[in-house]
């Protein structure tokens, strides 16, 4: 008789595990014809993986990595439980969830609308942000109780538009507090992610989730706000207005051009664009001048010359140098001078820039008789 028992027993003892070829499931529920369990079943926990045994719609256990024999010693709540007709250990029943813990990654999120703020070069804009985020399960049993119910296979899927928009809002709040120039946004998305995940963090531990890692990818820029960025990278190119004019006129009559059914296609190609821009670029010069706006003047040029001393090149001397000399006699109006842009040497005193350093200047005093 207690061969038969031990026999019997032996058959009905169960291998719970599960092997989880997804890669998105949260949750699965161990499968059983009206949840039964054999009393004795080795309950195998893999890395990776936490279960959470059930009994009564309560949450009697939670078990980390490792192999467990279903009794009494390991679990106490069996004791209680209704004994097999049989009288030997019965079965009972319960439910067996298992819990995922592996980080799962590259879950997406973005701004649901822009978010303003104050900057100090273009005043109030909004901008938009998107990245990824990593999750895993932290807590198990606040994860089932409040998040996955009693769902038989629960995935990321389920939860992650809750996430997402999570993250979504409190970039909202973080990108004003972060005090940055719209244009440095970029270069600190690392700074925004960490931000993010401390703010967040709290809220998902609340629901049994650890945030692992939020990814910043990109910052998106009003276009008005991308074209003056654009517009200021070409002046700092060109140089200047007259020729950020030109750029930009011969930019347009090029898109007219190129542009079905367009007057300015009819004939006008990209050489008459530069033509006219630089036409217009001297008009809007001289009005620029007359208003006194625009970009200022260019600065004016020293003016240097070289002077012939003994049959030797000496300089360049600007005019205070040169005033100096005349007012000492070692500049004459007969000393021989050259500055940049003279085809030959010249007397000083027949060079108009230094007429006005030899006045002066006594000439020389005539012979006696």
């Known amino acids: 008789m207690i061969d038969w028992v031990k026999k019997l027993t032996g058959e009905l003892i169960d291998i719970v595990e599960w092997l989880d070829d997804s890669t998105n499931t949260l949750v699965y529920r161990y499968e059983r014809h009206n949840n039964e369990i054999k009393y004795g079943a080795k309950l195998t926990v893999r890395e990776g993986q936490m279960a959470v045994f059930v009994n009564e719609g309560k949450i009697a256990d939670v078990f980390r990595p490792g ?22 250990e019965s079965p009972f029943k319960a439910e067996i969830y298992f819990v995922s ?19 100090g070069e273009f005043g109030i804009v909004r901008a938009t942000a998107f990245g990824i985020y990593t999750i895993r399960v932290k807590d198990a049993g606040i994860f089932i109780k409040d998040i996955a119910g009693t769902e038989g296979r629960f995935t990321t899927e389920q939860i992650q538009e809750n ?15 972060l005090g940055l120039s719209i244009i440095d946004l970029e270069a600190k998305v690392t700074l925004m992610g960490q931000m993010l995940r401390d703010r967040i963090g709290p809220d998902f531990e609340a629901m049994g989730l650890e945030l692992c890692e939020v990814q910043v990818q990109d910052v998106g820029l009003p276009e008005e706000v991308e074209k003056a ?39 006008m190609g990209l050489g008459a ?17 007359a208003m006194h706006t625009g970009a200022p003047p260019p600065l004016p040029t020293v003016l240097a010359f070289h002077v012939a001393v003994g049959g030797t090149q000496t300089g360049p001397f600007d005019m205070s140098a040169l005033q100096a000399q005349a007012t000492g006699g070692k500049l004459t109006r007969d000393s021989l001078v050259w500055k940049t842009g003279m085809a030959q040497w010249a007397k000083a005193g027949e060079v108009a820039e230094l007429s006005a350093l030899f006045a002066s200047v006594p000439p020389p005093v005539p012979p006696g008789p």
């Open 163 to 177: 996430l997402r928009g999570k993250i979504g809002l409190r970039i909202k709040e973080v990108l004003p507090e």
């Open 101 to 119: 813990t592996r980080k799962f990654t590259d879950l997406k999120w973005g701004t649901p609308g822009p978010a303003t703020m104050r900057d």
């Open 67 to 88: 192999m467990y024999t279903l009794t009494t010693q390991n679990i106490p709540i069996l004791s209680t439980l209704q004994g097999w007709k049989y009288g030997f």
């Open 273 to 289: 664009g530069i033509a006219m821009g630089a036409g217009m670029v001297g008009q809007m010069g001289m009005a620029a001048g």
């Open 229 to 267: 960025i654009d517009k200021r990278g070409a002046i700092a190119a060109v140089g200047n207005l007259a020729a950020y004019t030109q750029y930009e006129t011969a930019s347009a009559i090029r898109d007219a051009a190129t542009t079905p059914n367009s007057a300015a296609g009819a004939g």
